[in-house]
């Protein structure tokens, strides 16, 4: 990383994500005194991917940090659909779980729209289920997914009013593509939503004020690609060959990005925001189920 594109880096997420865990953090001691019930988080992972068991445990100290009940519940790679079916209807009966969470991807036998589609919506933290995406894209109130709702806080605490800025998603997908679109078009912003196979993709791109990459190829979004002066939100995890080691990096090219007024580093940028944002889904679904307010 050289000096200059350091200079871009001012959407720090792993700081905002401190401050909103502590705030957090508050939040629940109060809500506990309120209720005498203590928010509590499940989640549940199929298989010993190692990635995911990271992901999980990142999710079971903060969940702890923030003063909620954290539950792991683990389940063999080969285990059955009927099992984990079976287990997501114990936790969405059992007052104690606020919110219920599965590790995605899942093993190939496991179908995962059937699997989302068995949490109970109202403790669907993560946002995927049908009924919360319909809510988001309808204008309703609604769980949304953790990573576009970490982003769209990034910009905004960037930007302040997006309205009339035109955003530019490179992602069609259900996980962060579309719900990141329907969030800016929430927040006024004229969006366009491309992917991979979009037509002169750089093109599209060198139109935006606002960048969001999630399209998952290692610094596939070049510097000449982003206009001077945008602000860019890099959602890209790849992990690249460096040697004998391996490197994180995202989907922008970050060495290119020295014109840019604002990127997300990777790490460090959009990750912990997402977990931050679990745990704000996971109050505000005990809050819903408890009857309090903020």
């Known amino acids: 990383m050289n000096s200059a594109a350091s200079q871009s880096v001012r959407t720090d997420g792993k700081a905002f994500a401190a401050r ?81 969470l599965v590790q995605l991807l899942l093993p190939s036998h496991l179908d995962s729209t059937v699997v989302i589609g068995a949490i109970d919506p109202a403790k669907d933290v993560d946002g995927f289920h049908v009924i919360n995406a319909g809510r988001l894209a309808t204008g309703q109130d609604a769980l949304v997914p953790c990573t576009p709702l970490g982003c769209l806080m990034l ?44 037509r ?6 060198q139109t935006a004020d606002i960048l969001v990459a999630a399209v998952g190829r290692p610094e596939m979004i070049l510097g000449d690609w982003i206009k001077p002066g945008a602000t860019v939100i890099d959602v890209g995890i790849n992990r690249v060959p460096q040697g004998d080691v391996t490197r994180l990096v995202g989907d922008v090219a970050f ?26 889904n996971t109050l505000t679904a005990f809050r819903r189920q408890h009857g309090a307010t903020a």
């Open 20 to 100: 909103m865990t502590t705030r957090l953090g508050k939040e629940v001691a109060e809500a506990v005194a309120k209720t005498g019930h203590v928010p509590g988080l499940a989640v549940v992972l199929v298989g010993e991917d190692p990635a995911s068991q990271v992901y999980v445990r990142a999710k079971h100290r903060a969940t702890v940090t923030a003063g909620m009940q954290s539950f792991e519940h683990r389940l063999p790679s080969d285990a059955s659909e009927a099992s984990l079916l079976n287990l997501i209807s114990n936790l969405n009966a059992d007052p104690a779980v606020s919110g219920v």
């Open 200 to 205: 002169d993709l750089p093109s599209i791109c």
């Open 255 to 280: 060495d290119e990005t020295t014109h840019v007024a604002a990127i997300t580093p990777v790490p460090g940028g959009v990750g912990p925001m997402t977990i931050a944002c679990l745990l704000q």
């Open 155 to 198: 910009l905004q605490d960037h930007l302040g009013d997006l309205s009339g800025l035109h955003a530019v998603v490179v992602s069609r997908s259900n996980i962060v593509g579309k719900p990141m679109a329907q969030l800016l078009l929430g927040a006024n912003c004229t969006v366009t939503l491309a992917h991979s196979r979009s």
